[in-house]
């Protein structure tokens, strides 16, 4: 069954960076989104990315977090610095259209999460 595989969290302190990593299981996808959930809090919206290429970031985020795509690894990137301790949750990445050698999945296709805290 095809899946996003994530990547990239940890423990990091105030002011510091991480890169998270999305890809598929097989094949690729040009449409997605980051998404965060903190402890106790509804799941936001982080950033996305068009099938265009547009970026789109939350407020919160936006200047910090930046979003790259390596087609060649079929990999899509958060590139977050600046990090504060608000940051801290697990995030998730997001796509409902995965293409494939032969065959398009479509679906609410989810990332297992990765954990990311940033000390203060």
């Known amino acids: 069954q095809v899946q996003l595989v994530e990547s990239g969290g940890g423990l990091v302190q105030a002011g510091g960076s991480l890169r998270l990593s999305c890809a598929a299981s097989?094949?690729?996808?040009?449409?997605m989104a980051w998404y965060r959930q903190a402890l106790g809090k509804e799941r936001e919206l982080v950033a996305s990315i068009a099938n265009s290429g547009a970026t789109n970031y939350a407020d919160s985020v936006r200047g910090r977090f930046t979003l790259s795509k390596d087609d060649a690894k079929n990999t899509v990137y958060l590139h977050m610095s600046s990090l504060k301790p608000e940051d801290t949750a697990v995030y998730y990445c997001?796509?409902?259209?995965?293409?494939?050698?032969?065959?398009?999945?479509?679906?609410?296709?989810w990332g297992q999460g990765t954990q990311v805290t940033v000390s203060s």
């Open positions: 997001n796509t409902n259209r995965i293409i494939a050698p032969g065959i398009t999945y479509h679906g609410d296709y």
């Open positions: 097989e094949g690729f996808f040009n449409a």
